[in-house]
Each structure stands twice: as structure tokens, then as C-alpha cells.
């Protein structure tokens, strides 16, 4: 059973940041694509960012290209996602999902297997 727990959400105030990371227990993460996820109240999921298993591939919605970075520590088996400059439309619930084989481009579609139950990211003064 494939697990994914996101943490390190929270209020931050505009122009803050974050680091959230996605961790998983069933499986070595090392083996998954990764991708990012964000749901804002009312608004449907949106795909922010993935990467490939080795890193080679990433991509960015273009709300949020030059703001965060994705990245992969192999070692730790946790996947994260730098998110700065954050302004109240960066609100929302983040989850990050895995897909298995992932070994050319990454996708910021829906097509993930996996999914964590997410974490809360607030931007307000």
C-alpha cells in the first residue's frame, strides 16, 4: 500500500515561503514520477508542478514558473517544493502525487496513481 504524506504547510504572510515535502511509506519514493497539486476553495485541482524519477525532467504551471522549484533528495526518499514569493491565490490545499515508470517527461495532468491527503497552505497579512 502506497502511502504519500505531505507536510510543512501553514499560514505564511504575502511574500513568504515554504518548503513543503512529500514523503511516502510503502515504497521507495526514488522509483515514482512526482507531481504537485493545488485545490483552492471553489476552484477545481490544478497541476503546479512534477518531476521525473531522476530529475532530469521538470515542469512548472506558468502561475508559479521563476516562484517555486521542485526537487528530489534521493537519499532522504522525499520530494520538495520550494514556494516563494507566495501571494493569496497561492492559497489552497497542496498534494503531491506518484506515478510508477515515470522515466521521461513528467505530467501536470490528473494521470497519478497515488495521491497524499494534502497540506494547507495559507497566504494572508
Known amino acids: 500500500q502506497v502511502q504519500l504524506v505531505e507536510s510543512g504547510g501553514g499560514l505564511v504572510q504575502p511574500g513568504g515561503s515554504l518548503r513543503l515535502s512529500c514523503a511516502a511509506s510503502?515504497?521507495?519514493?526514488?522509483?515514482?514520477?512526482i507531481g504537485w497539486f493545488r485545490q483552492a476553495p471553489g476552484k477545481e485541482r490544478e497541476g503546479v508542478s512534477c518531476i521525473n524519477i531522476s530529475g532530469s525532467n521538470i515542469d512548472y504551471a506558468d502561475s508559479v514558473k521563476g516562484r517555486f522549484t521542485i526537487s528530489r533528495d534521493n537519499a532522504k526518499k522525499t520530494v520538495y517544493l520550494q514556494v516563494n514569493s507566495l501571494t493569496p491565490e497561492d492559497t489552497g490545499i497542496y498534494y503531491c502525487?506518484?506515478?510508477?515508470?515515470?522515466?521521461?517527461?513528467?505530467?501536470?495532468?490528473?494521470?497519478?496513481?497515488?495521491w497524499g491527503q494534502g497540506t494547507q497552505v495559507t497566504v494572508s497579512s
Open positions: 510503502g515504497v521507495n519514493l526514488n522509483a515514482y514520477g
Open positions: 502525487a506518484a506515478q510508477a515508470f515515470t522515466f521521461g517527461a513528467c505530467t501536470l495532468s490528473n494521470r497519478y496513481a497515488y
